[in-house]
Each structure stands twice: as structure tokens, then as C-alpha cells.
């Protein structure tokens, strides 16, 4: 059956949701495939960026947005040898607003979809992209199965936004370079108590790295092992690791029992990868599809966004008159591929430079480094890491203006 939307976009993560809500909001009409029946998913970043932030303002939905429940972490710390070292604040970002949201994913993506302008905004859950569909050398649209059954939907332009492990963009002949990452990440949960001090910080140790970030009623751990370290720890039994947690967060010693198996303990594989080329003609790949980003920072979301911003920037006027080119496509990964080679550039930096020396074991006992030393003691310092986590290199603005969708 054709939809007959001008675009179909892959995938309901940020970087699809906020591509399909500019794009309608532009007057083009958008249908958004998500597999999944809901946006529930097992963490995956609650962090909403203050260039994100400033977006919402830019399309009048700031107000709205500030009415969800959510926390603000205005400074970041890094723990060492149980001294806390400030090293970003953001209280004086250039920016209307001066801190990160931390709000659950799914909360910010339900918002998106009830935001987006409905008479060009068509979003189907539990619909998967089985394949692309192609003629004469040009992506004209996917198939897709959905509850209804499986169905073809056509488009001007297929917008790959199915995340780290596109299989879209596998299927249009792209393989992303891949930078490899010395660590994979550990994820589980305890309890926060109104009485907790401590606010969210990175705690580092000889051989190990726990990142502790304030959820409200929960903290967000992230203990981070040497890649493939995960099944040495997991044989080192659950013991020695609630007791390893506890170390490097005293804070959350009487609490590690909450870890009743590894079951509560999830794994993220970390991956650096990025395509030379996110574009066919009739096909274009944004955020994790386009480039993976490492957890270092937190900013893969907020790389999202930035491409869908710039998505829509560039692509709402070819496609609202029907002129769209392969040209058009490739002048979006022209602007967006600078800041991410930059972030990734820098998280490689700091995973070859501090996280796989502060992960191997046989070192030294760990001191405190010069550049934390020295950002802690200049405060004004600490606004450089703040603005490129907060706001990134290039930080992308709403251009497109509302219509109603071409006739
Ligand atoms: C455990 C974890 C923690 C993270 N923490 C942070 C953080 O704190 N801060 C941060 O900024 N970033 C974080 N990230 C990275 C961040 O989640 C990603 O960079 C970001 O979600 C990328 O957005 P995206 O829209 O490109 O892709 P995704 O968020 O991966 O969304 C892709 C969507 O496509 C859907 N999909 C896939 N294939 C298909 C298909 N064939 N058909 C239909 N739908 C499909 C998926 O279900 C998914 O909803 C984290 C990642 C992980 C895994």
C-alpha cells in the first residue's frame, strides 16, 4: 500500500522524533517507523542537553517541556581517591539554559510525538523496516511490517535513523568505520535517599570507574571494565563486585545489596564507529546510524538531535517543492560531519589517554592528574568541558518556519 509521505524516517530514537516533528512542523508530510509498541526501553541516556533545551524554545515548547518531572545537574565532578575535583559547570553556558535535564528517555520521546503537528505527522509503532526499496539505482521507500501485516511505504526520502546497529544502512552497501573503544560499560541502579549529598560524578580508582549520576529517586551507575573485562568480573562473583561499587562510592555501601544478580546488571558493548558516507540517492542515515557514539560526555544523544535539526535546516524546502538531490543530502553530512569527527576525536583522546590508563590494574596507585588538578582550582576553566557537552561543536538552530503541508 502506498502512504504516499514524502518522508519515511527509521527508527523513533531522538534523532528520528525530532526529524519527524520539524519535518511535519516544515509541512512535510512524515511517517516514523518504530518497531517497538512503546518508548520504554532499558536505560539508554536520560541526559537532555542544554542546546536541546534551547531548541525546545526556539519552537515554543519550552514551557511544556519544563512541566515534566525532571532533575538539573548543573556541575560535573570527577572523584579521585575520594577528593571531588569540579570539572564542568554550566551555570555559565552561553545559552538560555544553564544546566542538563535529566529526564527518562521515553518521557522525552512520548513528548516529541504528542508535540508533532498531527495532520503531517503519522507515527507507527510496532512497525519494523524489513528492507529498502529500489529502483533504477534510487531509494524509493521500505517495506515494513507492522500489526496490519506487512506493507510498502513510498517515499521521497528515507531518513535512517534505526540507531548503532542499522540494518538500514547495512542494506544500502554502507559499513561504518569502527575506532574501537578499551572499555565496555556496566549498568544498574540503587536507591537514592533525600539525605544523599553527593551529587553526580565520575569516581575513579586503580583499575576501575564508576560513573554515579543523581536520577531522583534512583542513582544511574555506570561502573565501566576493559573491554571484555565483563566476564572476569562476573567470575570474581557478585560479592566482590557490590564490594568494588562500595569502594569507589562509600556513599553507596549500604545499599550495594540491591544488586540481587547480574540479572540487574546490564552490559553496553561500546562502540566508536562513523560511515565516509551517510547518503544514496533517496536515502540518508543521521545519529547512531550515521556515527556511534562513545558514552564519554554523555553527548550521543544530543549528536541526534543536532543532525535532525540540521536535517530538517536543509531538506524542508527541496522537499516541500519537490527538488530534492542526492546534493541536498550530502550538504547535511557536510555540515554535521565536523562536530562529530571533533567529539569523536576528543572521546578517543580520553579513552586512550585516561580511561585505559586508569583502567589498567598494575599501575600506580592513582593520583589526582594535573588537569583536574587545575580545573577544579579555575573555576572558570570548567566552562569549556560544559560547553562541549552541553552544546557541542556547532550547535544547530531551528531555521524552518511552521506550514501546512503541501497540497
Ligand atoms: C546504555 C546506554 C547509555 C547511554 N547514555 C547516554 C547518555 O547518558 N547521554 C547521551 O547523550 N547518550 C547516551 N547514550 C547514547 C544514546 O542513547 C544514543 O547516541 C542516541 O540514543 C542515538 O539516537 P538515535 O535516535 O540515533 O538512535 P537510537 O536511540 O538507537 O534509536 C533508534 C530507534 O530505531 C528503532 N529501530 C531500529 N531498527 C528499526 C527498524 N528496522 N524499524 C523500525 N525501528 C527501528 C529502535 O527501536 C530505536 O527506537 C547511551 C547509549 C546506551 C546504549
Known amino acids: 500500500?502506498?502512504?504516499?509521505?514524502?518522508?519515511?524516517?527509521?527508527?523513533?530514537?531522538?534523532?528520528?522524533?525530532?526529524?519527524?516533528?520539524?519535518?511535519?512542523?516544515?509541512?512535510?508530510?512524515?511517517?516514523?517507523?518504530?518497531?517497538?509498541?512503546?518508548?520504554?526501553?532499558?536505560?539508554r541516556g536520560d541526559t537532555i542537553h542544554p542546546s536541546t533545551l534551547d531548541l525546545m524554545d526556539e519552537l515554543g515548547l519550552g514551557e511544556a517541556f519544563r512541566a515534566l518531572p525532571q532533575q538539573r545537574v548543573e556541575t560535573l565532578s570527577g572523584v579521585v581517591a575520594g577528593r571531588a575535583f569540579r570539572i564542568a559547570d554550566f551555570r555559565h553556558l552561553p545559552s538560555r539554559n544553564r544546566f542538563i535535564a535529566m529526564m527518562p528517555q521515553w518521557d522525552f520521546l512520548d513528548f516529541l510525538a504528542r508535540q508533532a503537528d498531527k495532520s503531517n505527522f503519522c507515527l507507527q509503532m510496532r512497525t519494523e523496516s524489513l528492507s529498502l526499496?529500489?529502483?533504477?539505482?534510487?531509494?524509493?521507500?521500505?517495506?515494513?511490517?507492522?500489526?496490519?501485516?506487512?506493507?510498502?511505504i513510498r517515499a521521497d526520502l528515507v531518513l535512517c535513523a534505526d540507531g548503532r546497529h542499522s540494518a538500514m544502512r547495512a542494506q544500502a552497501g554502507f559499513r561504518p568505520q569502527a575506532f574501537g573503544a578499551p572499555m565496555d560499560v556496566l549498568w544498574f541502579r540503587l536507591s537514592r535517599r533525600a539525605s544523599d549529598a553527593d551529587a553526580t560524578a565520575g569516581r575513579f580508582g586503580r583499575g576501575r570507574i564508576l560513573v554515579t549520576i543523581d536520577r531522583g529517586e534512583h542513582w544511574q551507575c555506570a561502573y565501566v571494565v576493559p573491554k571484555g573485562g565483563d566476564a572476569r568480573l562476573r567470575a570474581g562473583g557478585l560479592p566482590?563486585?557490590?564490594?568494588?561499587?562500595?569502594?569507589?562510592?562509600?556513599?553507596?555501601?549500604?545499599?550495594?545489596?540491591?544488586?540481587?544478580?547480574?540479572?540487574?546488571?546490564?552490559?553496553?558493548?561500546?562502540?566508536?564507529?562513523?560511515?565516509?558516507?551517510?547518503?544514496?540517492?533517496?536515502?540518508?542515515?543521521?545519529?547512531?546510524?550515521?556515527?556511534?557514539?562513545?558514552?564519554?560526555?554523555?553527548?550521543?544523544i544530543n549528536l541526534a538531535i543536532q543532525d535532525a535539526v540540521a536535517a530538517a535546516?536543509?531538506?524542508?524546502?527541496?522537499?516541500?517543492?519537490?527538488?530534492?538531490?542526492?546534493?541536498?543530502?550530502?550538504?547535511?553530512?557536510?555540515?554535521?560531519?565536523?562536530?562529530?569527527?571533533?567529539?569523536?576525536?576528543?572521546?578517543?583522546?580520553?579513552?586512550?589517554?585516561?580511561?585505559?590508563?586508569?583502567?589498567?590494574?598494575?599501575?600506580?596507585?592513582?593520583?589526582?592528574?594535573?588537569?583536574?588538578?587545575?580545573?577544579?582550582?579555575?573555576?572558570?576553566?570548567?566552562?569549556?568541558?560544559?560547553?562541549?557537552?552541553?552544546?557541542?561543536f556547532r550547535p544547530e538552530h531551528v531555521r524552518t518556519e511552521p506550514q501546512a503541508a503541501a497540497p
Not at 3 to 28: K, T, W
Not at 133 to 152: C, H, L, N, Q
Not at 256 to 283: C, F, M, N, Q, Y
Open 240 to 300: 566482590a563486585f557490590r564490594a568494588r561499587v562500595a569502594d569507589l562510592a562509600p556513599l553507596l555501601a549500604d545499599r550495594v545489596g540491591e544488586i540481587a544478580s547480574w540479572d540487574d546488571v546490564k552490559v553496553l558493548t561500546v562502540t566508536v564507529d562513523r560511515l565516509e558516507r551517510w547518503h544514496r540517492p533517496g536515502l540518508l542515515c543521521i545519529g547512531d546510524a550515521a556515527h556511534a557514539m562513545s558514552p564519554i560526555g554523555g553527548v550521543g
Open 133 to 152: 526499496v529500489e529502483e533504477a539505482g534510487r531509494i524509493v521507500g521500505v517495506r515494513a511490517r507492522g500489526p496490519d501485516g506487512e506493507t510498502e
Open 1 to 43: 500500500m502506498d502512504r504516499g509521505a514524502s518522508v519515511c524516517i527509521v527508527g523513533g530514537g531522538p534523532a528520528g522524533m525530532m526529524a519527524g516533528l520539524l519535518l511535519a512542523r516544515a509541512g512535510v508530510p512524515v511517517t516514523v517507523l518504530e518497531k517497538h509498541a512503546d518508548f520504554l526501553r532499558d536505560f
Open 313 to 392: 535546516n536543509l531538506l524542508a524546502d527541496p522537499l516541500r517543492r519537490g527538488t530534492l538531490t542526492e546534493a541536498d543530502l550530502a550538504r547535511v553530512q557536510r555540515r554535521r560531519m565536523l562536530p562529530v569527527r571533533l567529539t569523536q576525536g576528543l572521546q578517543r583522546l580520553v579513552q586512550n589517554r585516561v580511561i585505559a590508563r586508569v583502567l589498567d590494574e598494575t599501575g600506580a596507585p592513582l593520583r589526582p592528574p594535573l588537569a583536574l588538578r587545575l580545573l577544579d582550582a579555575l573555576p572558570p576553566l570548567q566552562r569549556l568541558p560544559a560547553c562541549i557537552v552541553g552544546l557541542g
